[in-house]
């Protein structure tokens, strides 16, 4: 922690913006979920599978709009006002879970809130990494390890405290801090503006994405098929008759990260079940511990 401290002071100034902005973040998102299930199945009485569908559509969508977060970072509006304008929906989606206290509050407000926390979660990494350049490359590992500390420490102290907010006050103050906490991420980052370094958006780029190569390689493949031609060396190659060396190569490389990543899947899907699942199995349990109840 020391070490990392002290390389703090060697980092742009602007990455404390981002880091202070990615702690409070996490905050507000791991605090809202550590409640969410409970709030589902003891506020708004819903059924437990009903809470626990609910909860996973949730989840899933935060991790599958970052491909819309990404496209429109990197080919309309640029990873500033990418990360500023969808922290904003963001804010909205705490405001309403805090202040509508039923399905359809619930239901709208987690929806703001995967728009929000999916939409700005390729582009707050990718935008550390912007502000360093050939000249201080060396920290850049260095800042992702107080970048990932950041989000650990955020939500750390928010799946202590949100729960206990909750029973004690009610779920208006326990989403309304995560909402604040929100807030204050928003408003740090936009503290830092006139210092950022900002790579313009691709606009005008004409180099095919993965799904471009991807359609055209199955239909040629297809073709190829029918015909009775030999077939290429592997399933891009098809594509090579209309795309560049570089482009089909990069498809390449995206479907053999896409390998890992089926994988990986599979142990956060499990993993999401301890804020559902196994909070839902944890009320059916002794939860007296040395005459403490948890």
């Not at 390389?7 to 880091?19: D, L």
Request: glycine share 8%; net charge positive; proline share 2%.
């Amino acid at each position: 922690m020391a070490s990392l401290l002290e390389n703090y002071r060697a980092f742009p100034k602007q990455t404390k913006f981002i880091i202070g902005n990615e702690a409070c973040e996490r905050f507000s998102y791991y605090g809202m979920r550590s409640i969410l299930i409970v709030f589902m199945t003891s506020r708004l009485m819903m059924q437990n599978e009903n809470a626990k569908t609910a909860f996973h559509l949730f989840s899933g969508g935060v991790y599958l709009l970052p491909l819309l977060g990404a496209y429109i970072s990197d080919r309309i509006l640029g990873k500033y006002r990418t990360i500023l304008y969808l922290s904003i929906i963001y804010c909205l989606g705490h405001l309403t879970l805090s202040l509508w206290e039923s399905e359809s509050g619930l239901f709208l407000g987690l929806c703001l809130i995967a728009i929000g926390s999916g939409g700005i979660k390729p582009c707050v990494s990718a935008y550390i990494g912007d502000q360093f350049t050939n000249k201080n490359e060396a920290l850049l590992q260095k800042v992702f390890d107080l970048f990932y500390w950041s989000i650990n420490f955020g939500s750390f102290f928010s799946t202590l405290l949100i729960p206990v907010l909750l029973v004690k006050f009610g779920a208006q103050v326990a989403f309304g801090l995560p909402g604040i906490l929100m807030a204050i991420a928003t408003f740090i980052f936009w503290l830092g503006r006139k210092h950022y370094v900002n790579v313009l958006p691709e606009r005008d780029s004409r180099v095919a994405g993965f799904i471009q190569i991807l359609v055209y390689a199955i239909a040629e493949s297809t073709k190829r098929n029918k015909k009775g031609l030999k077939k290429t060396n592997t399933f891009f190659d098809a594509a090579r008759s209309r795309y560049s060396e570089e482009e089909v190569e990069g498809a390449k490389a995206v479907a053999s990260i896409m390998k890992v990543f089926a994988t990986v899947s599979v142990f956060w899907a499990l993993f999401d079940q301890n804020a559902s699942s196994w909070v839902l199995q944890a009320q059916q349990m002794d939860l007296s511990v040395m005459g403490m109840h948890l």
